[in-house]
């Protein structure tokens, strides 16, 4: 069996400190005997360099620590595999980029209506015009290990755990009072980063202590799945008045009014298909003064993937700092809507990741999780 170079690169998104492949992840594939590791340095990766060079893996030395694309300058190699979490820029910025070698990531275009598709399959496409096999592109939500088990799905647990325990958060802050009961009406937090998804709240139990406020009443919608589940843990662990949703409640299609008489919703849902919206603007506004709802936590965050985006009522994401959208003033209304939130939990959403993709790596490249992965991309490149 021919040798292959797994390449695992250094996340240049900020914030970001996760990996999709662990120092332990890659002793397993050195194991086999049939895989090379190579190791972009990183400062802002979970796991110190060291920790990748003691199990054996080779460290790419950058001409500048710094240096975000040392994966850039590497020839055309088939067996060659660049390895990473997010995507390589912007639609704009894949304007730029020809792809020669293959990668495996989150690349959030394959699905139909993804905004952006057609720029970022450019740079594919240019690959293929340049080289004499064309670059594929494995996308963790079509990649399935040797069990059967989607590989991007083993993040949604610790993002709707984020999500909630940030929802749960942001309500509590929003009812924090001065010494004469009136709001201090303070800038929404930004979001907090832990070693663990339990590491997230004592703090969030200290604040619910400082505002005096009852626990709030919070509807998980897609609670049976991993992202659900992630959600529902978060909110026992914080004393919420918790009530779970999932395909009983929401198969009849939306939009759901009973969505305005709690304190804080959870959308914890992976869409993968066009659907009726689970809230809409209009209902939102004929709600007026008697709507309960304050913070809605979308942790799927579709909004960039029109048609499969269940809640229409905001028109971008936001950012790390600033991750609250407020999309009404009186009665307020927050959507807390930020791309890969398991990044707060690095360190411990990577071990999940890292053991599902060496799973998927055992049996790489002509494996049956590959060759689906292969055709949702060639399904994709077509339609661009």
């Not at 139990?205 to 992630?230: E, K």
């Not at 939306?254 to 603007?281: C, H, N, W």
Request: proline share 8%.
């Amino acid at each position: 069996m021919p040798p292959y170079t797994i390449w695992l690169r250094h996340e240049t998104a900020r914030h970001e400190t996760r990996t999709p492949l662990t120092p332990d992840g890659c002793a397993d594939l050195l194991a086999s005997g049939r895989i090379r590791v190579v190791v972009e340095r990183s400062r802002a990766r979970a796991y110190e360099d060291s920790e990748y060079a003691r199990i054996g893996a080779e460290l790419h030395e950058p001409a500048e620590l710094a240096d975000p694309g040392a994966w850039r300058a590497q020839p055309h190699k088939p067996g060659l595999l660049i390895v990473g979490l997010n995507a390589l820029g912007t639609p704009e910025e894949h304007e730029a980029l020809t792809i020669i070698n293959d990668h495996a990531l989150f690349a959030r275009v394959l699905k139909p209506g993804s905004v952006g598709a057609a720029r970022v399959l450019r740079a594919w496409r240019r690959g293929a015009e340049s080289v004499q096999a064309p670059p594929l592109l494995y996308d963790y939500d079509s990649l399935h290990d040797t069990a059967g088990r989607l590989v991007g799905a083993t993040m949604s647990r610790p993002a709707g755990f984020v999500g909630a325990a940030h929802g749960v958060r942001h309500w509590y802050h929003s009812r924090l009072r001065d010494k004469c009961g009136r709001p201090l009406h303070l800038p929404p937090p930004a979001l907090a980063s832990a070693r663990s998804c339990a590491e997230l709240l004592p703090p969030i139990r200290q604040l619910a202590a400082q505002s005096g406020a009852p626990a709030p009443r919070v509807l998980v919608v897609g609670a049976l799945g991993r992202t659900g589940r992630g959600a529902v843990d978060a909110c026992y662990g914080l004393g919420a008045d918790v009530v779970e949703w999932d395909l009983p409640q929401t198969s009849g299609g939306g939009p759901f009014d009973e969505l305005l008489q709690y304190d804080v919703v959870i959308i914890a849902v992976a869409l993968r298909s066009a659907v009726k919206p689970l809230l809409t603007d209009d209902l939102i506004d004929a709600s007026g003064e008697q709507r309960r709802l304050r913070v809605i936590v979308d942790v799927s965050c579709s909004v960039d993937q029109p048609l499969v985006n269940a809640l229409p009522i905001y028109a971008a994401k936001a950012s790390w700092e600033a991750p609250a959208v407020r999309v009404r003033h009186a009665p307020p209304l927050d959507v807390i809507a930020v791309g890969s939130l398991a990044s707060a939990v690095g360190r411990e959403a990577s071990i999940g990741f890292s053991a599902a993709l060496v799973g998927a790596l055992r049996d790489f490249p002509d494996g049956r999780g590959w060759e689906s992965a292969r055709g949702a991309f060639e399904r994709a490149m077509q339609a661009a």
